[in-house]
């Protein structure tokens, strides 16, 4: 099996992270690296014996740069073969396996998530896996055969360093919440990349979202516009259309977006989700 790289960011999520690396740990296959990238401070981060954690701090002028501080874990692997991680995932003791199998240079290599209705206690996947549900939109994906590549997204994926540099990497220009993921899917379909799943899981840990999520509303609309100039087509369509039905902005039919005005206490405080997903 060949020797791999894990890379994963965090802001705030000490326990998420705690859960996640002892998720690591018990794998079949344990990764030659793990870079953790810290978009706030390195307070309250602990590591567990036995694996080689790697802690870097990313300091930018925006409170949430995803796409920068996944650029940075990249840089930072060790190994050709790199599988990013959310934070709030406790991954499969067979996960990392089963995407090296089938990871080259041609593909990206992703897998199904569960997600828990509660932030676990530990980090193990074996006894957590029968708490978890399917997200209804995933179940179907088919495994094994490529895959349209909007189904990407950035919870969990396998990619060869060489791979990640023709594609160019994330685009920094999008910072805070929201098209950094989807941008990059529409950068790996332009450069004739293919996604691929595996059937194996990551389970999600639960953590309080909005839905829409109109706690990054700022963000939304900057990285929508952004990915509307670069592409010729508006993503996160399902968000922006509920802020449009809330009143906090207008589409013309260019697909032009006008903020009328910004989300309400109320409006942020009534957006909250229980849903597991």
Same mark, same amino acid.
């Given at each position: 099996?060949?020797?791999?790289?894990?890379?994963?960011?965090?802001?705030?999520?000490?326990?998420?992270?705690?859960?996640?690396?002892?998720?690591?740990?018990?794998?079949?296959?344990? =990764?030659?690296?793990?870079?953790?990238?810290?978009?706030?401070?390195?307070? %309250? /981060?602990? @590591? !567990?014996? %036995?694996?080689?954690?790697?802690?870097?701090?990313?300091?930018?002028?925006?409170?949430? !740069?995803?796409?920068?501080?996944?650029?940075?874990?990249?840089?930072?692997?060790?190994?050709?073969?790199? /599988?990013?991680?959310?934070?709030?995932?406790?991954?499969? !003791?067979?996960?990392?396996?089963?995407?090296?199998?089938?990871?080259?240079?041609?593909?990206?290599? @992703?897998?199904?998530? *569960?997600?828990?209705?509660?932030? =676990?206690? @530990?980090?193990?996947?074996?006894?957590?896996?029968?708490?978890?549900? @399917?997200?209804?939109?995933?179940?179907? /994906?088919?495994?094994? +055969?490529?895959?349209?590549?909007?189904?990407? $997204?950035?919870?969990?994926? %396998?990619?060869?360093? +060489?791979?990640?540099?023709?594609? %160019?990497?994330?685009?920094?220009?999008?910072?805070?919440?929201?098209?950094?993921?989807?941008?990059?899917?529409?950068?790996?379909?332009?450069?004739?990349?293919?996604?691929?799943?595996?059937?194996?899981?990551?389970?999600?840990?639960?953590?309080?979202?909005?839905?829409? !999520?109109?706690?990054?509303?700022?963000?939304?609309?900057?990285?929508?516009?952004?990915?509307?100039?670069?592409?010729?087509?508006?993503?996160? +369509?399902? $968000?922006?259309?509920?802020?449009?039905?809330?009143? *906090?902005?207008? /589409?013309?039919?260019?697909?032009?977006?006008?903020?009328?005005?910004?989300?309400?206490?109320?409006?942020?405080?009534?957006?909250?989700?229980?849903?597991?997903?």
């Amino acid at each position: 099996m060949p020797e791999f790289s894990i890379v994963t960011i965090v802001k705030g999520r000490r326990k998420q992270l705690a859960n996640l690396l002892d998720s690591i740990k018990a794998s079949t296959n344990l =990764p030659y690296d793990i870079q953790v990238v810290c978009m706030d401070d390195l307070d %309250g /981060i602990a @590591t !567990p014996n %036995g694996l080689n954690v790697n802690i870097h701090l990313i300091k930018q002028i925006h409170e949430l !740069p995803l796409a920068a501080a996944r650029n940075v874990g990249m840089t930072a692997a060790k190994t050709g073969n790199v /599988i990013f991680i959310d934070v709030d995932c406790i991954v499969s !003791p067979t996960l990392f396996a089963n995407m090296l199998m089938v990871l080259e240079a041609e593909n990206i290599i @992703t897998a199904y998530p *569960l997600y828990l209705p509660v932030l =676990p206690d @530990t980090g193990n996947y074996g006894d957590l896996k029968h708490k978890a549900v @399917t997200h209804p939109a995933r179940e179907r /994906i088919p495994v094994g +055969q490529p895959v349209e590549h909007l189904q990407f $997204w950035s919870l969990i994926f %396998g990619i060869q360093k +060489q791979t990640f540099e023709k594609i %160019g990497g994330f685009d920094e220009s999008f910072v805070g919440y929201g098209a950094e993921d989807t941008d990059f899917a529409m950068m790996f379909h332009k450069a004739d990349f293919k996604l691929i799943f595996v059937r194996d899981y990551v389970l999600h840990q639960y953590h309080d979202k909005h839905d829409p !999520p109109v706690n990054h509303f700022h963000s939304i609309i900057e990285n929508a516009t952004r990915y509307q100039q670069k592409w010729d087509v508006l993503p996160m +369509q399902r $968000w922006l259309k509920a802020f449009e039905e809330m009143g *906090l902005i207008k /589409i013309d039919q260019a697909d032009n977006i006008t903020v009328s005005q910004k989300p309400t206490d109320s409006q942020i405080k009534n957006s909250v989700s229980k849903h597991p997903y």
